[in-house]
C-alpha cells in the first residue's frame, strides 16, 4: 500500500518541486531585466569581478538566463538540462553570498531585482533550499507532468 502510494505521489512532488523552481526563478529574473543597472550595482557590491566589462554583460545576461529556465522549469521542456543549469546557478548564487558573509560585507542580495534584502542567513537558507529542490529535479526521473512526456506520448502513439 505504501509503495503504491509512493508511486502516487513522487511524480507530484517533483512535479511540484520543479514547477516552484520555475516560477522562483521567473520571478527573480523580472526585477533584473527591468533594471538592469540597479542589478549591475549589487554586483558590484560583492566584489567578485575586476572589470565594469563583465559586470555589464553580466547583469544583461544573467537575468534572461534565468527567464529561459524559470520558463523551461515551468513547462517541462529540457528538463534535465534546465536542472543541471538551475542547480549550477544556485550553487554560484550560495558561494557568492557566502563569501560576502564571511568577507563582512553588508550588501544588497540581488536575488529578486531591486528588493532590498541584505545578504544572511536567511538568504543562505532559502537559496540553499532551492538548491536542494534543484537537484532533487536533476537527480530523479522526471515527472509526467511535462510538456516532454507529453510529446513522448504523442510521439509513440502513432
Known amino acids: 500500500m505504501t509503495e503504491n502510494m509512493d508511486r502516487f505521489n513522487l511524480p507530484r512532488f517533483l ?3 520543479r514547477f516552484i523552481l520555475g516560477l522562483v526563478f521567473l ?3 523580472f526585477g ?3 533594471d538592469p ?3 549591475s550595482e549589487n554586483l558590484m557590491a560583492y566584489h567578485i569581478f575586476d572589470s565594469p566589462l563583465a559586470i555589464k554583460y553580466v547583469a544583461v545576461t544573467l537575468p534572461w538566463v ?3 529556465c524559470g520558463i523551461f522549469l515551468i513547462l517541462g521542456v ?3 538540462s534546465m536542472a543541471v543549469l538551475s542547480s549550477l546557478l544556485l550553487l554560484i548564487f550560495l558561494l557568492s553570498m557566502a563569501s560576502a558573509l564571511v568577507r563582512g560585507l553588508e550588501i544588497n542580495c540581488g536575488c529578486f531585482g531591486s528588493a532590498h534584502e541584505t545578504i544572511g542567513l536567511y538568504s543562505l537558507f532559502r537559496d540553499g533550499l532551492f538548491f536542494i529542490m ?3 529535479v536533476l537527480f530523479s526521473k522526471v515527472d509526467s507532468y511535462t510538456l516532454q512526456a507529453l510529446f ?3 510521439k509513440n502513439s502513432y
Open 15 to 17: 512535479f511540484l518541486a
Open 27 to 29: 520571478y527573480a529574473s
Open 32 to 34: 533584473k531585466i527591468m
Open 37 to 39: 543597472k540597479a542589478f
Open 66 to 68: 534565468e527567464w529561459f
Open 78 to 80: 529540457f528538463v534535465r
Open 134 to 136: 534543484s537537484l532533487t
Open 152 to 154: 513522448f506520448k504523442r
